[in-house]
């Protein structure tokens, strides 16, 4: 069982930067891939990124590669995003999510474990 809490989200302007962070819980931590997603209205709930659960991998939607970055400090139980040149369209609520073995994976049905969500808005 890992429960998921993150922060960090807020109101901010195109072109400004925001550090989410997703505290964990649960000593085999560093067994589980971790994986931001984010959901906006009326729309799907996507990847964002994906980070293997040795941190030797990842994983990035074509939309933010090069803005954000996905990182995990196993020690800490944490896993961050720092994102970077923010625009208006990143605006969404932000889940931390988990899941058993090695593999990343993009589809949010190969998640097993979910946070509350963070909310981002960028504006214009």
């Known amino acids: 069982q890992v429960n998921l809490v993150e922060s960090g989200g807020g109101l901010v302007q195109a072109g400004d930067s925001l550090r989410l962070s997703c505290a964990t819980s649960?000593?085999?931590?560093?067994?589980?891939?971790t994986a931001w997603f984010r959901q906006a209205p009326g729309k799907e709930r996507d990847i964002v990124a994906a980070i293997r659960r040795d941190g030797a991998g990842t994983y990035y939607a074509d939309s933010v590669k090069g803005r954000f970055t996905i990182s995990r400090d196993n020690p800490k139980n944490m896993v961050y995003l720092q994102m970077n040149s923010l625009k208006p369209e990143d605006t969404a609520v932000y889940y931390c999510a988990a899941r058993t073995g090695l593999v990343m994976v993009s589809n949010r049905l190969g998640y097993d474990y979910w946070g509350q969500g963070t909310q981002v808005t960028v504006s214009s």
């Open positions: 649960g000593r085999t931590f560093s067994t589980y891939t």
